[in-house]
């Protein structure tokens, strides 16, 4: 039976887009190049920041990629000064999540840096349970190695936790770890195609039809 819930932040609980391109833009211009639209690179965000940078930035070398990686993070961590923005509907799914006292956490690629700083700007995150990145295992997603990690920390077994992503590394990483998967496909990157349906067990068009599915496969506990 499943007990608990585990989530991707970028693109599953958190929309980054709006401040990842404020900072490429910076660096943009910055460089003497023409300024990008959001909607040029929602849906690369979960691809890291390397791909955005090769793709928009064209650094002529791994050193000037670094620089620019560099600038980047710099820009990024101040800009998560003012706070990240919840997809909607994902205040209401935590709230539900705390409400029927069900355990949750967060899985991400993000560097432990970010996603610290992120949590420490939003009430509702500091309620997570867990947090798993990068920076807590030998190889980040599609390994499994996180999401067995965070289901250690909350006392259950993997398949005891469902995993909710919007990339197909994130459907992996919990197919490999042997839990229940939900795809997002208000998320940055995400299909319902044939290799997302490999490693899905169900597609959710926006956080409310999450916030239902869940309240049908989780195991309500008494508080």
């Known amino acids: 039976m499943i007990q ?5 932040l970028d693109g599953t609980l958190i929309d980054s ?7 490429l833009n910076t660096l943009l211009i910055e460089n003497n190049r023409s300024a990008i639209q959001e909607s040029d690179i929602r849906y690369l965000v979960s691809d890291g920041s390397n791909v955005l940078l090769k793709n928009f930035l064209k650094p002529s070398s791994n050193e000037e990629l670094e620089n620019f990686r560099e600038a980047f993070f710099k820009l990024y ?3 998560l000064e003012h706070g990240s923005n919840f997809f909607e509907g994902v205040e209401e799914l935590i709230t ?10 967060i899985v991400t690629n993000k560097f432990k840096r970010f996603a610290e ?52 590394k994130d459907l992996e990483a919990g ?19 044939d ?20 309240s049908q496969k989780i195991v309500l506990h008494e508080k």
């Open 4 to 8: 608990a819930a585990l989530f991707d």
């Open 17 to 23: 887009s709006p401040d990842f391109v404020k900072c």
């Open 77 to 79: 961590h101040e800009e």
């Open 96 to 105: 539900f999540l705390e409400e029927e006292n069900i355990p949750w956490g």
């Open 117 to 168: 700083k992120i949590i420490q700007n939003n009430l509702l995150l500091q309620k997570s349970q867990v947090l798993v990145t990068p920076d807590d295992v030998s190889i980040a997603k599609p390994n499994p190695e996180g999401l067995i990690k965070a289901a250690n920390i909350l006392g259950l077994l993997p398949d005891q936790c469902i995993y909710v992503g919007d990339h197909l």
């Open 175 to 193: 197919s490999n770890a042997g839990m229940q998967t939900i795809g997002c496909l208000f998320g940055y990157s995400m299909a319902a195609n």
């Open 195 to 214: 290799e997302t349906k490999k490693h899905t067990n169900y597609f959710v068009h926006d956080a409310y039809e999450l916030k239902s599915l869940l």
